[in-house]
């Protein structure tokens, strides 16, 4: 299903900010520096289920359960 990797990007960063702004820049920022540019992806990217396989590790190194 197409968008699924911008569908746990958003999760992760709305988990981990909670509505801060500035957290929600930390994350993002962190998802970058482990080669993740959440800006690449949209509702309509298909899914590279490495890629998905990645945001999902991240994910967990992160401590947030999707």
């Known amino acids: 299903m197409p968008g699924e990797i911008k569908r746990v990007i958003e999760r992760i960063i709305a988990l981990?900010?909670?509505g801060d702004d500035l957290l929600v820049h930390t994350?993002?920022?962190k998802l970058i520096f482990k080669g993740v540019d959440?800006?690449?992806y949209t509702s309509e990217s298909p899914d590279d289920p490495?890629?998905?396989k990645k945001v999902k590790q991240i994910?967990?190194?992160l401590g947030?359960?999707?």
Request: aromatic letters at 0%; charged letters at 40%.
């Open 38 to 40: 959440p800006s690449r």
């Open 27 to 29: 994350t993002t920022a």
């Open 16 to 18: 981990r900010s909670r």
């Open 50 to 52: 490495e890629i998905l």
């Open 59 to 61: 994910a967990r190194d």
């Open 64 to 66: 947030v359960k999707l």
